[in-house]
DNA sequence: TTATGTGCAAAACATTTGCAGGAGT
DNA sequence: ACTCCTGCAAATGTTTTGCACATAA
């Protein structure tokens, strides 16, 4: 973790954060791994690992710390919020606003330097709604 | 996921949670295997697991989603979020208010029918501040 | 030229699952 | 008795790592 000094500019490393770019899901490394692969097929999956891992160390893209048991990584670094499908692992962005003293507040709350949060709603997107509607028709 | 009716009360049951209730800490399913493995030593590991999830499943504890690589689980059911230290990894709880209406908005937000959500502060614990002194200090 | 990065495969973890025997109700 | 549950071990899924070769600087 946290090695900045010489990162080399890498083929592997542009197309990582293009095709990651490219899209508004929040893919999970396996999935960035898919669509990178379409361009450079002998790609290996550590190595999409490591690069996921070294971006977001170094603060170009963000890696999603939410629930599920795969991490999901993202462009957009302008902090937001998300929401998880808890029917299909689906996670997209939302965006509000909470009170602006909430990590002062946590760390009076506690003895921690609170360096910052986030919050992570869960509930069911309107696919799986629209399909539990079927499946109480049918 | 979700099974209730019939649920049997075994020896195994009753420890994981007594053992559970016991502590403020957030454990892992193997931190709950080590406690439970002094007084249940033949307890396999998977039983932990299926425990855990079905007493999450029936809203006995509450199963932590937060970051780093392994679920925590909790014996306080009552809502509140979380702090975890980006250093060693412990989770501590944080009691603080948040508008009421944040799910509300967060559904006006999105499509999703929003059922719930969680804050998770990071930081830095006393501990590992302490640490961070002392080395400076070497 | 040389330190860093890559592909590949194996290892390391975390979690889940199949099954035969065991225990609540 | 009749399910449901457990221990065990094997399987699965995700992420990390070692190493020989490749490549950006």
Redesign the pocket.
Known sequence: ME?L?????????QIILEELAKVTSHP???EVYDMVRKR?P??????V???L?LMADSGIILKLEVGG???RFDATVAPHYHVRCISCGKVDDIDIEVQAQINAQAAQASNYEVLGHHIEFTGICSDCLGEEKAETIN
């Open positions: 090695k000094p010489g990162m080399r500019l890498t083929t592997q490393r999970t490394a396996n450079l002998r790609i290996g999956l550590g190595t690992y490591r690069n891992e048991t795969q991490k």
